[in-house]
């Protein structure tokens, strides 16, 4: 049985690839959902994925790519929208 999760990464979180090294780690999790940058500076992830993946992928949202520097998270279990994969959202 899938999970959704609603994911608000906060810190220096934009103009590290933040999107791109999460859609590889969500890639090889085989997470569905989406990643976009919002206009405060935060990063917001859609994710629906197995429970067995659920921690490797909030610890890697807690710390990100090398340039990043993620100050907290955000956390919240959500309805599932059946995602068939994980895109970036560029707006």
């Known amino acids: 049985m899938k999970k959704a999760l609603q994911i608000i990464v906060k810190g220096k979180v934009q103009g590290v690839f933040f999107r791109d090294s999460t859609k590889a780690v969500a890639d090889q999790l085989g ?3 989406i990643v976009k940058n919002l206009p405060n500076g935060d990063v917001f992830i859609e994710a629906e994925l197995d429970p067995v993946f659920e921690q490797d ?3 890697w949202c807690k710390t990100g790519p090398d340039e990043a520097e993620v100050t907290a998270i955000e956390v919240k279990e959500t309805a599932l929208k059946n995602f068939v994969n994980f895109v970036i959202l560029k707006r």
């Open 31 to 33: 997470v569905k959902g």
């Open 57 to 59: 992928f909030l610890e």
